[in-house]
């Protein structure tokens, strides 16, 4: 007990000393400029959730009879899982608009945006093995082509898609051609550049992007050439199909057309893994120098795993700029950057299933956690809950962050860790 | 006599402005196998390397088959019929076995897999039954059997072998050299290996060149060479008579 207790409190300790000014403190707008709030109820429940947890956990790890590590163990999936696991979640992808909530439908959209990107981002990092911290550059070339076209030529969203990511796949190789020699930290660091370089010069280059104040009214896809309106036209989709109109439809509409992308994301991903191309991306993670003494043109190679990555970054980009109608510059930080990679990187590099996973667990539930708290702060009456649920999207990199530590502790390789072959005899 | 498979001529390499081979001269006539000998750092890897092109002669003139290759991009230089088992084995770690005899064998442009597969397999047999293993998983021989049978499923005429002895007992090396000399023997492959293990080295190899600071000092077959008093003080005396 003793040594639980110190541990608990030590961990307490640090808790206190890390949550005292992040959570106990808030500026806020005054009468005098900026005012300094404290919040000790805060961060007072914050350091006893850690006290407590801590504690439980150690007493549960040493309880008699039972050996240490057992939780990273009781983690261990059964072989088999993702065989039924990736067509189960499938098939509650595809089903999910059949609840007809327009919240869920919403969520989804959004979860399957990131696993789209996510699986894009992985054909660079996952299987080229090239640390690029800069992807959301192409997410952005992607948005800002689209919203461009479609201002400039009038052109609409399924014309576009392809220009959009081809233009980024474009971008990529522009971006690659610098960085070939570049390895690990130091391609990091470009990557991390090249990102805010497209950002900047989105927000100054005020002629062409409108500069922070972005472009509005971004044509929405159509389907067949019906517009999803409520205007009752002959050429609206309602109209058509002589029904209620109903902002629902076009919402649902927009999560086939992602659920559509991210998919064909993943099949080409797969397709290529298994070509020579795919196992070459590979075999260029796991050692360049052999790469090189094959004949491999290892240029090419990295070239590829760019503008592949990239295109489906710009892909990704079209559709957000259609979902919302309007972007700007502001949509594209580095931490956009920072949640794919770290959706990546918790899913097990490399791996699809685990991808989707993260994205799930990352984006899905975040939003979800956020949208209980809120619910718990109005039933309750209680401040503290729904001001902690206004909050947490500032807290989200301390969320990911802390998701990657306790992964690192229980699943180090990520969530689904297992490479499968590309190739069988 | 014909024209050598592979002739330097001249050939200098410089590390920025470190000179690592002065003014080489070696050939290598096909059907032959050639070994290159030398202390650590005498320039061996380098002049492996120098073939492929990475890093790039900065003088001389390498022909390969009659071309002139001196100035050709590396991954061209492999594809025309050269393959290389790089020094420390270099296999990829977290892909099979299977898939890494494919890397060899899809950037030379094979067709024939299977048949290739069952060459190789049939030369290392412990590889047939571990084809579904991960590379990295392999004890060093396995990887280093791997190795050559990655570098041989692109049916090479010339296979360039940097110390695939490096860290194996003495029975796997056997075995190992017993392959080449097989592979020579049944389909006339020519081999350039550099080697630490000197004495095994130049009883399998036709010739071989000494290679002393990046110049070679000394060239003859691999008989007289090791008749040589000078070769056995510096390179056999020290226990290498496995
Ligand atoms: N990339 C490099 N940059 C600078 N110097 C290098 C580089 N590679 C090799 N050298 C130097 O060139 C010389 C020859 O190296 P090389 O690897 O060819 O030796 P080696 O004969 O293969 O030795 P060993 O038997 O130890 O493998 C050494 O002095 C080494 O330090
Ligand atoms: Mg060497």
Redesign the interface.
Known sequence: MRPAVRDAVLSALIALGLFAPMVGLVLSNGEQGLELHGRPLAAAVVVALVFFGRLGMHLWTHRPGHEARTIRKSLKVPAGTSKFLAPALLAAAVLLPLTGSRYYVDLGTLVLTYVMLGWGLNIVVGLAGLLDLGYVAFYAVGAYSYALLAETFGLGFWTCLPLAGILAAFAGILLGFPVLRLRGDYLAIVTLAFGEIIRVVLINWVELTHGPNGITDIPRPTLFGLRFSMDDGDDTVAGFFGIEAETIQRVIFLYYVILALALLTNWVTLRLRRM?LG??W??L???E??C???????TNTKLTAFATGALFGGFAGAFFATRQAFISPESFTFIESATVLAIVVLGGLGSQLGVALAALVMVGGLEMLRDLLSTIGEQMGSELFSGLAGELPTYRMLIFGLALVVMMVLRPRGLVSG?T????? | MTAPLLSLSGVSTYYGAIQALKNVDLQVHEGEIVTLIGANGAGKSTLMMTV?G?PRARAGQIIYDGRDITHE???????RQI????EGR???????V??NL???A???GQTNVPALLDQVCDLFPRLRER??QRGGTLSGGEQQMLAIG??LM?RPRLLLLDEPSLGLAPLVVRQIFGAIRTLNKETGLTVLLVEQNAYQALRLAHRGYVLVNGAITMAGTGVELLARPEIRAAYLEGGHYT
């Open positions: 020579p196992r070459a590979e075999a993670r796991e050692d120098i052999a090189k003494s094959l004949g491999i043109n290892v490479r072959p590309t190739a069988r005899l | 492929c990475n991009p590396t991954h061209l230089i492999m594809r393959a290389q088992a790089p270099r296999i990829f770690g977290r892909m099979t299977y898939e494919l890397m060899g899809e950037t030379s084809l579904t990655r570098a692109a």
